[in-house]
């Protein structure tokens, strides 16, 4: 393989996925890549691996750099089997390294693998390893995603390696965000069906790197295209502005519906957003990626779900997408429960209660007794404009 070099002496040695389309139920219709990386001085190291079935993919491209016997360390920015689902092979051929994680990362490794024989140190924040030229320097960041999480950045170089942090669940020939068209909105996918739970830490360790005063000219993540030149800087606002859960003045209705009434509920509260002045985007949720819709949830004030009553409850897909909403807790959105039931309700509280464990501000939910007629539209007009109301004084 041709060696695919980012700066001097560092090497990108991943893994193509072209065939994932599932990442723990988030939707990645365009695969995925798993970013590994070496560093080539006086000293090796290699910076994460690969998942495992693709260690042969990796060993392919560090050959083509150096001899994988010769690497002296490994570096574990952490520990879930995507990234290190190789290491176990890696060991076998890199018998002598040393593999580097932190403590919750040096706790997690016996976990997962036998690590007889391996040596493991662990490092923290502030510490530093060097290979010669270049310098190995370590920052934990903690549930970013998992416990053990560090990143690793070379200061000679200004090169931040972000493991999931900036990341993309995307699959390319290139290797370069410019070189990808709406690569943005795949980084959004990716923050708000992985990250947004994170919110609150990401904003912090933004802050912890602004005064450490790494200089940053750019970001190889572990999973799709590397940041550089302005995207750095592109990537890092938006980070700043998801961290801190910006919106605009957007509304998301999703909803599920059984003979159509629900539907029409739907079909008058967004008319009824237009008219308040709001852009609105509408989902069927059997007919829609729920990946895709936590995207626009992501940067929206408004969300509305509507569901018909099934058994006295929300309709099951209404359901299962709620639970999973629930796990990203978006912050900062308002928003209503609506729709229609036969001899008996029960969905409308339902989902007013699982949007008020996520976080969303409710308001005044509607239910309708079977097929909506004039009165009902218009109250479901007038709900819509009472939630664009109360998402202007966000």
Not at 213 to 229: F, K, Q, T, Y
Not at 250 to 268: F, L, N, Q
Not at 282 to 308: D, M, N, T
């Amino acid at each position: 393989m041709n060696k695919v070099e980012i700066t001097d002496g560092v090497y990108w040695v991943g893994a193509i996925d072209w065939n994932l389309r599932d990442f723990h139920g988030y939707a990645t219709p365009g695969g995925t890549t798993y970013n590994a990386y070496i560093v080539k001085d006086s000293k090796t190291a290699l910076v994460d691996t690969v998942k495992a079935g693709f260690f042969d993919e990796l060993r392919s491209r560090v050959e083509a750099v150096t001899d994988p016997s010769t690497i002296d360390y490994v570096i574990v920015n952490h520990v879930e089997p995507d990234h290190t689902g190789s290491l176990p092979r890696v060991m076998e051929v890199a018998c002598d390294a040393i593999v580097i994680a932190t403590e919750k990362g040096a706790e997690e490794l016996p976990m997962y693998y036998d690590c007889d024989g391996w040596e493991i140190q662990t490092v923290k924040t502030g510490d530093t390893i060097s290979l010669g030229a270049k310098t190995l320097s370590f920052v934990e960041t903690p549930m970013l995603h998992w416990p053990d999480n560090m990143v690793t950045y070379i200061p000679e170089d200004r090169l931040l390696l972000s493991n999931d942090a900036f990341g993309q669940h995307i699959a390319s020939s290139k290797r370069y965000a410019d070189e990808v068209p709406e690569i943005l909105e795949e980084a959004a996918t990716y923050y708000a069906n992985i990250l947004m739970p994170f919110s609150t830490l990401i904003t912090k360790t933004l802050q912890k790197i602004g005064e450490m005063g790494l200089a940053i000219d750019m970001i190889a993540p572990s999973h799709g295209m590397i940041w550089r030149n302005s995207g750095v800087g592109d990537i890092l606002e938006a980070y700043r502005g998801w961290g801190s859960a910006e919106s605009n003045d957007t509304a998301i209705v999703v909803y599920d519906t059984m003979w159509g009434s629900t539907e029409k509920m739907a079909s008058a509260i967004t008319q009824g957003i237009i008219d308040a002045g709001f852009e609105v985007k509408v989902y069927h949720l059997r007919k829609s990626e729920w990946s895709k819709i936590v995207r626009e949830i992501l940067g929206a004030k408004i969300l509305l779900v509507g569901s018909p009553t099934i058994n006295n409850g929300m309709f099951p897909s209404v359901g299962g997408f709620l639970t999973y909403l629930r796990g990203l807790r978006p912050k900062g959105k308002v928003g209503s429960a609506f729709g229609s039931y036969g001899w008996a309700g029960g969905a409308v509280k339902a989902i007013a209660g699982e949007l008020e464990k996520t976080g969303v501000t409710v308001v005044d939910p509607l239910s309708v007794k079977f097929v909506p007629g004039a009165d009902d539209l218009t109250a479901c007009a007038e709900l819509a404009g009472k939630v664009v109301m109360q998402a202007r004084q966000i």
